[in-house]
T-cell receptor, first 112, second 112 residues
Framework: DVKVTQSSRYLVKRTGEKVFLECVQD?????MFWYRQDPGLGLRLIYF???????EKGDIPEGYSVSREKKERFSLILESASTNQTSMYLC???????????FGPGTRLLVL | SQQGEEDPQALSIQEGENATMNCSYK?????LQWYRQNSGRGLVHLIL?????REKHSGRLRVTLDTSKKSSSLLITASRAADTASYFC????????????FGGGTRVLVKP
């Protein structure tokens, strides 16, 4: 079974802090994705990566950056956390571009 | 508005009844996927249906796709309390670099 893990289930940070959300997948998938999920807005794509050291902006990249130094790990970085970044963050991976995405359990981030 | 939009937004049924939810989209797609999300958790893939397919089954799930109407439906037969979850459709748009675009979801409550 594909396993996608996220470093924290719950996280509380203060405005202005730098926040790292880590995601690791164990199935040698090429593609990895970061989404945020907010009530009434569904899932929105922040960034994705189709290969190591490669990244592409999704629909809402502002205020975020990512890092993919190794194939299995995709990190989401909030350079200076703001209250409007309070959300559920979901990481996913897939083997091919048109294939099923496998999701991690999510990180619920609260920025005070 | 979002590429994939589910209807209804919420559904409440008795155990044993069938649940039907619909998804509409706007542009040409390679495939359409349905995911389930239990409260506070990550998404779990249910079914992928490709643009050249019209119907697909998986256990108690039946998915149809009508590309002429740009719509899909998910039917859960003989529902169980464990089917209580949110259900999302996700479209893989041809014009969007094969990113998945998620709808807002249908919240299903199955009462025992």
């Amino acid at each position: 079974d594909v396993k996608v893990t996220q470093s924290s289930r719950y996280l509380v940070k203060r405005t202005g802090e730098k926040v790292f959300l880590e995601c690791v997948q164990d199935m040698d998938h090429e593609n990895m994705f970061w989404y945020r999920q907010d009530p009434g807005l569904g899932l929105r794509l922040i960034y994705f990566s189709y290969d190591v050291k490669m990244k592409e902006k999704g629909d809402i990249p502002e205020g975020y950056s990512v890092s993919r130094e190794k194939k299995e790990r995709f990190s989401l970085i909030l350079e200076s956390a703001s209250t409007n970044q309070t959300s559920m963050y979901l990481c996913a991976s897939s083997l091919g571009r048109e294939e099923t995405q496998y999701f991690g359990p999510g990180t619920r981030l609260l920025v005070l | 508005s979002q590429q994939g939009e589910e209807d209804p937004q919420a559904l409440s049924i008795q155990e044993g009844e069938n649940a039907t939810m619909n998804c509409s989209y706007k542009t040409s797609i390679n495939n359409l996927q349905w995911y389930r999300q239990n409260s506070g958790r990550g998404l779990v893939h249910l079914i992928l249906i490709r643009s050249n397919e019209r119907e697909k089954h998986s256990g108690r799930l039946r998915v149809t796709l009508d590309t002429s109407k740009k719509s899909s439906s998910l039917l859960i037969t003989a529902s169980r309390a464990a089917d209580t979850a949110s259900y999302f459709c996700a479209t893989d748009e041809k014009a969007a670099g094969n990113k998945l675009t998620f709808g807002g979801g249908t919240r299903v409550l199955v009462k025992p």
